[in-house]
């Protein structure tokens, strides 16, 4: 009778292969669920970078309309009448403003806050009215000779409405746009230097 067969020795460079392919397949899920966090989040990051842009805190204003100069802008900060701003306009207004090159289409005014909420606001022929009495007056042309939009009538502001205006009548402002939403206002403007 013969003696069974015992299975023979295992090699040993090739004892390791199983239990290192098993090892490395566990071993690299928790490397791929990682990596594939870190992506989701600097994918994350860059929408909000999109959809949540960080206010300008310092801009330079090239507008003689305002105090040409070095501006520092504060966000959140609670904004009262006589108050310089730093405002996107509606998209028409800026549209208009680019194409007549008054200023390009995604930079922002400075502009003092003239009226808000409670006070009433009317645009009559060439006069700006706050609370019956005037306090600015517009050009029916630019100075190249083309008519300036305008708007009539009479709004009581309230709910977070501002009217913009600057001392001069060239002064692209809320006297030929209207009052704008105080949400489009960036913030406060105070200057750092100007010219």
Known sequence: MRKPQACPAPMPLLDWAPPLARQLRHGRRPVFIAGGIGLALIGLAASLDFAIQPAPRIVWNASASAPIGLWRIHPNTRLRTGDMVLANTPETVRQLAARRRYVPANVPLVKRIAA??????????????????????????????????????????????LLLLMDGPDSFDGRYFGPIDEDAVIGKATPLWLR
């Open 116 to 161: 808000r909420d409670g006070d009433d606001v009317c645009a009559i022929g060439r006069e700006i009215f706050v609370n019956g009495r005037p306090v600015a007056k517009r050009l029916s042309h630019d100075r190249a000779g083309r008519l300036l939009p305008g708007w009539q009538g009479c709004e009581l502001l309230h709910d977070g409405r």
